[in-house]
């Protein structure tokens, strides 16, 4: 039996890239998969949404979510190793990045009209680069133990 996709719509997507899947009531829903942009080590930008919270959940795999504190003209870099079927809620106008592993599969949740017009992108510096990856290798080290 066949239900209406006036009751029930569903979405998903099973490639490397970043696709939404759900448009409704002025809400996105996306799929990101390991792609160009969230290669593990590849954290040279970082972007943030003037108009929305942006909700991540991981489902499969492994990532790290990046979040640059902004005080002042400091930059303060925190790295958060994602659990999975946790949601995460990068407030409005907060430095974001993530990265996955290859296999690594993440919903999110944004408004959607989410769209370069009304966000920002960064390209961090050397250091802060290097202190990210620092970060990311020293909870790796510490979760091995």
């Known amino acids: 039996m066949k239900i209406s996709s006036a009751l029930v719509e569903t979405g ?3 490639e490397q890239k970043f696709q939404p ?3 409704t009531s002025g809400w996105r829903v996306a799929v990101l998969r ?3 942009n969230v290669m593990p080590g590849d954290i040279q930008r970082v972007e943030r949404h003037n108009e929305t919270d942006e909700v991540f959940i991981l489902t499969l795999g492994k990532a790290d979510l990046i979040i640059i504190e902004e005080k002042g003209n400091t930059f303060i870099p925190h790295v958060i190793p994602m659990k999975q079927n946790v949601a995460y ?3 409005k106008s907060v430095w974001h990045h993530v990265n996955l592993s290859e296999d690594a599969h993440i919903f999110l949740f944004e ?3 989410t769209s370069t017009e009304n966000s920002d992108y960064m390209t961090l510096s050397p250091e802060v680069q290097e202190a990210i990856m620092r970060m990311i290798k ?3 080290s510490k979760n091995k133990v």
Do not use: E, G, H, P
Request: with cysteine; hydrophobic share 40%.
């Open 12 to 14: 998903s997507c099973f």
């Open 21 to 23: 899947v759900i448009q």
């Open 34 to 36: 390991q792609c160009a």
């Open 89 to 91: 809620n990068i407030k």
């Open 111 to 113: 408004k959607a009209d």
């Open 138 to 140: 020293d909870l790796r």
